[in-house]
């Protein structure tokens, strides 16, 4: 079994002997290795099956480090990064040679930022070493937000998970990438499209790529339960298809009553996006382990984190 530990020492003693550690971030916890030990690299990808040309988030401890990492930001980026770093924001940026193509799936941009835990912080602040650092859970999986879930998907195929408590945020970053400067939305995420277009006015988002992803969370499958996932906007008529089957309801903040329901989780009653988007892996977890023959999710309002949490059910849907 992972040795689950608040001791940051032990943590900076495994990643400098090339071995994995699962971090606490805001948005989840991260399988993290240094980014310039091959072994490291290589074992991140083995250890969640994750292809190869998918890259990988590379965590640094503050903007002033950035210089370290890309060889070009634009203005943009730099507004974004002042405005939300610390905090749930990835900018995909032209790399420095010596970040490693196994990072960048042999791209010529690299995937950045600073992430907003203390813990983390911490340790990245006593490393020699940026942190690659994707979500610590298995390729496709639901995306971990804490240390149990992590150990549940890996148990001895990791030396250490570094215990930060729950993730406050709860989904992954939003990551920002640049054509021509203008910044365009690969992934939606913990920060909000109405939030990012205070700071650089209307972006666009391009945030499905089958093959050769720009950017992390693009494929249509992820961040899926292994229990089949439906999409509804309609729950009480949905749920008339599954009257013999074990069904379980993820709803944003009212309750259905239905004899058909085996179990149910409302995110917020109080109709609070954000925290129905913290809420929203740790719920899915849940009933991914009851022995459930399907979970009904409901489509939540198109607006704000409702956008973000909607993509990741969509693509936890995806079939």
């Known amino acids: 079994m992972p040795i689950i530990s608040k001791d940051i020492s032990k943590a900076i003693a495994l990643l400098n002997d090339d071995k994995l550690v699962a971090i606490p971030t805001e948005t989840v916890y991260g399988l993290a290795g240094n980014i310039y030990s091959e072994t490291a690299v290589k074992a991140i990808f083995e250890t969640k099956k994750r292809p190869l040309f998918n890259p990988l988030i590379v965590h640094i401890p503050n903007l002033d480090y950035i210089e370290n990492i890309v060889s070009y930001m634009p203005e943009k980026a730099r507004a974004l990064a002042k405005a939300f770093w610390p905090g749930p924001l990835t900018l995909v940026l032209p790399k420095k040679d010596t970040i490693p193509d196994l990072i960048t799936a042999g791209k010529a941009t690299v995937a950045v930022r600073v992430p907003n835990h203390p813990v983390t912080l911490e340790l990245l602040g006593k490393l020699q070493f940026p942190l690659a650092a994707p979500s610590a859970n298995p390729f496709n999986r639901i995306s971990p937000t804490t240390a149990q879930h992590v150990e549940d998907y890996f148990k001895d195929k990791i030396d250490m998970i570094l215990d930060g408590g729950a993730c406050k945020n709860g989904i992954e970053s939003t990551i920002i990438g640049f054509e021509d400067d203008h910044p365009i939305i690969y992934r939606l995420g913990s920060i909000s499209t109405e939030d990012i277009e205070a700071v650089v006015g209307k972006i666009p988002i391009k945030n499905k790529k089958e093959s050769s992803p720009n950017a992390p969370g693009m494929l249509n499958k992820h961040y ?52 129905a988007t913290a809420k929203l892996y740790d719920a899915l977890h849940q009933l991914d382990h009851l022995n459930l023959d399907i979970i009904i999710a409901e489509i939540f309002p198109d607006y704000g984190l409702g956008k973000s949490i909607n993509d990741r059910l969509q693509r936890a849907a995806y079939n």
Do not use: C, M, W
Request: net charge negative; proline share 4%; aromatic share 6%.
């Open 224 to 275: 899926a339960p292994s229990t089949p996932t439906v999409l509804s906007a309609n729950i009480l008529e949905d749920i008339k298809k599954y009257t013999d089957k074990r069904v379980g309801l993820l709803a944003f903040n009212k309750s259905i009553e239905d004899a058909s329901i085996y179990h149910q989780i409302i995110l917020s009653e109080k109709g609070d996006l954000a925290e």
